[in-house]
Structures are given as structure tokens and as C-alpha cells.
């Protein structure tokens, strides 16, 4: 079974351009997650998703962050313009809602913004 | 914030036991203990998940405290590949909400 998968694993960018994530969860996950890990830190969630719809998005920086779930498997997270402080490591992680206890999480995308 | 706490870090000897304390005074009585871990560039990882009975699976030994107030995670034989951040979280079983991760603690297994 694949697991979750993420691209670009590495992005380096400066600051003011945009830039974009994809992750593919575990095949008939229904939920989908969005982590943050700063440098140090524990991942924090920016986002999850039941199907389609964004559920838990308080956390999620509204004014340069965006993200969406079409069709209710890929997702895509979106921030633009980049500031040098979302310099992180973005993490997917997606669970079937019937077996929540384990959630699968990617390899994590590491930001720089210069 | 996390519900939990632990030491920064500890170091082990490959091959011996490594035995991870969390303390969580707080803890619900509809709240599990539940331990992941996140390998150097790697997702994190779950381990293990625990309401008041100790638990063992292929992978490590969960051991709750008769209170709940505290846990130790065991890892029974611990390789040089056991080297991880080890969080320890508290949360409800049920349902999809997310994983509340605190700082974690640095296990170094030494050869």
C-alpha cells in the first residue's frame, strides 16, 4: 500500500513569490491533515479536511494561506505572497474516519523563503 | 497547547530497554495516551495508543499509571534506527480531530 505523498519534498523561494504543496493521502482516506513544523517544534494543524470540506481551519493563516480538496482526495496548500517566517516543514497526513486512532503522515515539504 | 510533558531529551544504549516518561496530570477519563515518533526528514510515526490497560504491539510497550496521570512508553531492544523525536499525546479516541504535538523528547540510542 502507498503511503501519503508529497511533492516538492524541497523549495527554496524568495520572499513575496507564491508557492504550492500537493499530497496525495492513502487511498480511501476520507480525512486529510495539514501540519506545520517549525524548526524545533511539534507540527501544528493548519487545516483538515472531511472529503471536500475544510472542517478545522482556524489555525490556517487566512490572508496568505489557501488551500483546497476537489473531488475530495488531493489536496493542494497555497500561500501566497511567502514571508520569510513560513520558513517550515509542511506535513499531510490523511485517516479513514472509521479507524481514526493512526494517522499516516508524508515526508513534509521544507519551505525556505530567503 | 500540548496536555503533556516531557524530558528534552535521553540517550540509550543500543540493545538495552529504553524507557520514555510522559506525564499528563490533566488527562480526561475519555482521553488516550497515544505515542508517535518522527525519524531525522521522515513524517511522524504511530507507535502505540493506550486508555487505562497496558498495551503491546510490535513495536513498543505502552505502561499507564493506575491514576493516568503519567506513562512510560518501552522499547524493548532499542537499535540505532529507534533514534527519534518521540512525542507523547493525549486526545480522544474517537473521531478525526487533530494530533495537539508538543515539543517532544530527543532519544539518541548509542552504539
Known amino acids: 500500500e502507498a503511503g501519503v505523498v508529497q511533492s516538492p519534498r524541497y523549495k527554496i523561494i524568495e520572499k513575496k513569490q507564491p508557492v504550492a504543496f500537493w499530497c496525495n493521502p492513502i487511498s480511501g482516506h476520507n480525512t486529510l491533515y495539514w501540519y506545520r513544523q517549525n524548526l524545533g517544534q511539534g507540527p501544528e494543524l493548519l487545516i483538515r479536511?472531511?472529503?471536500?470540506?475544510?472542517?478545522?481551519d482556524s489555525q490556517l493563516p487566512k490572508d496568505r494561506f489557501s488551500a483546497e480538496r476537489l473531488k475530495g482526495v488531493d489536496s493542494t496548500l497555497k500561500i501566497q505572497p511567502a514571508e520569510l517566517g513560513d520558513s517550515a516543514v509542511y506535513l499531510c497526513a490523511s485517516t479513514h474516519r472509521g479507524s481514526s486512532y493512526e494517522q499516516y503522515f508524508g515526508p513534509g515539504t521544507r519551505l525556505t523563503v530567503t | 497547547d500540548a496536555k503533556t510533558t516531557q524530558p528534552t531529551s535521553m540517550d540509550c544504549a543500543e540493545g538495552r530497554a529504553a524507557n520514555l516518561p510522559c506525564n499528563h496530570s490533566t488527562i480526561s477519563g475519555n482521553e488516550y495516551v497515544y505515542w508517535y515518533r518522527q525519524i531525522h526528514s521522515q513524517g511522524p510515526q504511530y507507535i502505540i495508543h493506550?486508555?487505562?490497560n497496558n498495551e503491546t504491539n510490535e513495536m513498543a510497550s505502552l505502561i499507564i499509571t493506575e491514576d493516568r496521570k503519567s506513562s512510560t512508553l518501552i522499547l524493548p531492544h532499542a537499535t540505532l534506527r529507534d533514534t527519534a523525536v518521540y512525542y507523547c499525546?493525549?486526545?480522544?479516541?474517537?473521531?478525526?480531530?487533530?494530533?495537539?504535538f508538543g515539543k517532544g523528547m530527543k532519544l539518541t540510542v548509542n552504539p
Open positions: 499525546i493525549v486526545r480522544p479516541q474517537g473521531g478525526s480531530e487533530k494530533l495537539v
Open positions: 493506550g486508555l487505562k
Open positions: 479536511y472531511e472529503n471536500e470540506e475544510a472542517v478545522d
